[in-house]
């Protein structure tokens, strides 16, 4: 079986113009029994003692395994960071490029409400970045997961109840990365990105330079499947993404026509669970939404994700100190004071939250007096700053969207440098 699958590898490597994903050649060697909703299949996970509320945005705890043999494979923090926000634009659907979206396709892309937070209390309790790096003796690794083992030159693996592990490292070839899928032995379970195709800045590698790569292959640990259900003509199971033949790759002409297409739209290619360039990649789908929640509910694969308080500082001993007293769990519906300064401001404009577990995943919107959108983003810590010096003075509105009520606050904005 090793000398098949290294036959594998060796040939996508050489053969191919890079191998998007290696999910599906992983899950054949591990297949698992893929949990579905309304408890299908056999749960040996513990479940955290609730069930999803109606659209609640899921906050997924994530710790980054840096593995790096050279200089150029211990990426950079902000490196890291830049995936962590892209991966929250594209499931949020806060992505720039969703206007490439197709006019056919717009009406059943989905805003996830799903997003990632880096983990700031360690398995032991302490502060962590949530970012760990470790040297490692092997130049590259097969997608066999010895980088999930510190005894085959790679790191263990935190508690994959309450993090979502991600191995960056040098893979093998042209691979980029592959996912286990639900239900699989938790030692394993997690994603691996080769270092050169993670985030959107730093050392990454056009064509896959936007953070798809991570994207695609958390839609597997998700439960997602390949448009064309890795067979030919084959399915997904997800009802509104059309049949296609095959993958994709580089970036087709809309529409692009296969022969199993059902309508003149032919393929999904600009679908995140296909294989097109980053750039080609902006959508997943209202059923490709409802399939990755689904694994949030009371007795299924992700359920206990809904427990995880690790993203909350102030349960961490030797961290900064807590700005509130410590909580049970990540409350999204925490109140929630907001400071903006300096108002009036002239160049940057700092949002200071009261409480960092109660402000991570919630969306900022700035809006001029018009109220037109001047720009989005998720927050992803307590304290986030605005660069907004070229705009025109007058006044703006930010509005914190996520709370029973949104927040809003008045800013001004004069012209001028302030010190
Ligand atoms: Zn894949």
């Known amino acids: 079986m090793k000398i098949t699958f290294t036959f594998f590898l060796l040939f996508f490597a ?12 992983y899950s054949r060697l591990h297949p698992v029994t893929l949990m579905r909703p309304s408890g299908a299949g056999v749960s040996s996970t513990k479940t955290a003692g609730r069930d999803t509320l109606n659209n609640e945005v899921i906050i997924i705890p994530v710790v980054i395994h840096i593995l790096y043999n050279t200089n150029d494979q211990n990426i950079s923090d902000k490196q890291v960071l830049s995936q962590i926000t892209s991966l929250n634009n594209d499931y949020r659907r806060l992505n720039t490029d969703t206007v490439n979206t197709p006019a056919p396709f717009k009406s059943i892309a989905a805003d996830t409400r799903i997003v990632f937070c880096l983990a700031k209390v360690d398995p032991e309790g302490n502060y962590t970045t949530g970012i760990i790096r470790k040297y490692t003796h092997e130049s590259n690794f097969l997608s066999d997961d010895a980088m999930k083992f510190s005894s085959s030159g790679g790191d263990d693996g935190w508690d994959a109840s309450r993090y979502l592990n991600i191995w960056v490292c040098n893979l093998f070839g042209r691979t980029l990365g592959y996912s286990t899928l639900p239900g699989c032995p938790a030692e394993r379970d ?27 292959e958390i839609g597997h640990w998700l439960g997602l499947r390949h448009l064309w259900g890795d067979a030919n003509c084959g399915d997904d199971g997800i009802a509104d993404t059309p049949p296609q033949e095959t993958s994709n790759s580089y970036c087709p002409v809309f529409p692009h026509l296969s022969s199993c297409s059902i309508n003149s739209y032919g393929d999904m290619f600009m679908d995140y669970m296909d294989f097109t360039d980053d750039a080609c990649m902006n959508m997943f789908t209202q059923g490709q939404k409802s399939e990755m929640r689904s694994l949030f509910a009371l007795g299924n694969a992700r359920n206990s994700f809904l427990n995880s308080s690790v993203c909350d500082s102030s349960n961490a001993q030797g961290g900064p100190l807590p700005s509130t007293p410590p909580k049970d769990s990540i409350t999204i519906s925490a109140p929630l004071t907001i400071t903006t300064y ?7 404009l700092t949002v200071a939250a009261s409480d960092e577990s109660a402000v991570i995943g919630k969306v900022l919107k700035l809006y001029n007096i018009t109220g037109k959108l001047i720009t989005s983003r998720i927050l992803q810590s307590q304290k986030t700053v605005l ?3 070229e705009l025109p003075s007058g006044i703006y509105f930010i509005k914190i969207e996520g709370n029973k009520s949104p927040l809003v606050y008045k800013l001004i904005k004069q012209s001028g440098v302030s010190r």
Not at 18 to 23: I, K, V
Not at 342 to 348: R, T, V
């Open 14 to 25: 050489f053969c191919a113009k890079a191998q998007r994903c290696a999910t599906s050649e």
């Open 190 to 216: 997690g994603i691996v990105i080769k270092y050169n195709a993670f985030g959107t800045t730093g050392l990454i590698t056009a064509p896959y330079n936007k953070g798809r790569t991570t994207t695609h």
């Open 342 to 348: 300096p108002n009036p401001f002239y160049s940057d």
């Open 387 to 389: 660069h907004i010096g």
